[in-house]
């Protein structure tokens, strides 16, 4: 069975930090281009970052680009997402994603992923 199990979300305030984690099972870690996405209340979905798992390769949304990093631990399937100088805009659910031909810039834009997560929700106080 397929999972990616997201974790670290909470509640921070504006300036902070937080880490979030992607356990990944069931499928080809290397194989995939895994990431994050986000939907804050009544907006779309938005890609925000990803990583190519078997070069480590990183792509960023400008929204985000120097104040987030993703990483990946091939070793334990695990994709993290570093979160710092957080922004109240910041505030969304943020969701794993996996896809096995999506990779680079297009991977951000692109909604039909092989595998989802089910969430982990990150507020931003003021």
Known sequence: E????????????AGGSLRLSCAASGFTFDDYAIGWFRQAPGKEREGVSCISTSDGNTYYADSVKGRFTISSDNAK?????QMNS???EDTAVYYCAADKKQYGRSWLDYYGMDYWGKGTLVTVSS
């Open 77 to 81: 399937n695990t994709v993290y997402l």
């Open 86 to 88: 957080l922004k109240p």
């Open 2 to 13: 397929v999972q990616l199990v997201e974790s670290g979300g909470g509640l921070v305030q």
